[in-house]
């Protein structure tokens, strides 16, 4: 699986973002798409997260501010970052997991930074 992800960039606090992120390759039916960030310093953390099947999950430090989405037949999900902070300031990676299998696979990052 090869993951093209784009967007990014740099926004004041307040502001908002959008990333995306295409899968190509043998893609398994059952998967969850999704967003992890890292911050200088800090570990690598999952952001959002959505399955083949439509549940979603995001860490509480984006609740209510981040929305991901997926297009399942482009197999492309989508970030909508609103309302952003200083401390969203991040690389964002896109990962794609199999279900089945749990192989993991990484985009390769994209810069968020978000000033004060």
């Known amino acids: 699986v090869q993951l093209q992800a784009s967007g990014g960039g740099l926004v004041q606090a307040g502001g908002s973002l959008r990333l995306s992120c295409a899968a190509s390759?043998?893609?398994?039916?059952?998967?969850?798409m999704g967003w992890y960030r890292q911050a200088p310093g800090k570990q690598r953390e999952l952001a959002a997260q959505i399955t083949s099947g439509g549940t979603s999950y995001y860490a509480d430090s984006v609740k209510g501010r981040f929305t991901v989405t997926r297009n399942s037949a482009k197999y492309t999900v989508y970030l909508q970052m609103t309302s952003l902070k200083p401390e969203d300031t991040a690389v964002y990676y896109c990962n794609f997991r199999a279900i089945v299998t749990t192989d993991d696979y990484w985009g390769q990052g994209t810069q968020v930074t978000v000033s004060s």
């Open positions: 390759g043998t893609i398994s039916s059952l998967n969850a």
